[in-house]
């Protein structure tokens, strides 16, 4: 049985984009990766992140919002960058021997609760595509940065 590779999925708050990198990761290709996330800044994960997952099958209740100081002596062979490049600062991590981005802003700025659902199933399905880019078939791609 192959190693399998550590990913971090890094965001500002841990509550919702990156919290959802974590679970589709570990849904689509748990066999091969294993997936953690955490926050510049963390918050709460969002319960209409995990309702807006549970549409899909992906169970992410159990999950937690960590900060990245909580990982950072852990080792990560690949860290995913999630974020509004315009809007928020780069988090920095000291591990990984391979990086990847996604330009995505953060849904839970959208004030109205029905915005905000429509904002996540967005959020989540631009997410789903680039993990099944990135990770998917033949394994990590490192030539999106």
Partial sequence: MSRKEKVVFLSAHNSARSQMAEGL???LYGDRYIARSAGVDPREVDPLTVEVMAERGINISGQRSKSTKELWREAFDVVAKIRDFDSEP???FPSGRWRAYIRLKDPLTVEDA?????????ARDDLERWIVEIFGEEGFRNDNN
Avoid at 114 to 122: K, N, P, V
């Fill in 25 to 27: 990761l570990r849904h």
């Fill in 90 to 92: 780069c988090p920095l």
């Fill in 114 to 122: 029905e915005e905000r659902r429509r904002a996540l199933r967005t």
